[in-house]
């Protein structure tokens, strides 16, 4: 399976982006598809999580400012980032939980190549 992670930016303190994951290629079923994200010099860390029953987990750093959904297909989410701040600045991952034509019944996690978010005070 792959794993595309887009919708990185640059924007001032304030403002909003969207990022947007679509998973693909030999998917079964998907269990959850979460964001982490991993500053220079940090460790990556997770950021919000959807659950294949529509359920979600956000960390305390950005819940209340930012809302995980699940895009067109259940093989895609949105994470919608509003009043973005300079310590937000990041590369963003996308991970998927799956079960895909390969996996012999197990999930397996599947990640994206990042997309970074450049946020400036």
């Not at 950005?62 to 980032?81: E, F, H, K, P």
Request: charge should be positive; glycine fraction near 10%; include cysteine.
């Amino acid at each position: 399976a792959q794993v595309a992670d887009s919708g990185g930016g640059s924007v001032q303190a304030g403002g909003s982006l969207r990022l947007s994951c679509e998973a693909s290629g030999g998917i079964v079923h998907i269990d959850t598809i979460a964001w982490h994200r991993q500053s220079p010099g940090k460790q990556r860390e997770f950021i919000a999580r959807i659950f294949s029953n529509g359920e979600t987990k956000y960390a305390d750093s950005v819940r209340y400012r930012w809302t995980i959904s699940r895009g067109r297909s259940s093989y895609t989410a949105d994470l919608q980032m509003d009043s973005l701040r300079p310590d937000d600045s990041a590369v963003y991952y996308c991970a998927v939980n799956a079960r895909t034509d390969t996996s012999r019944g197990y999930y397996e996690m599947y990640w994206g190549r990042g997309t970074q978010v450049t946020v400036s005070s």
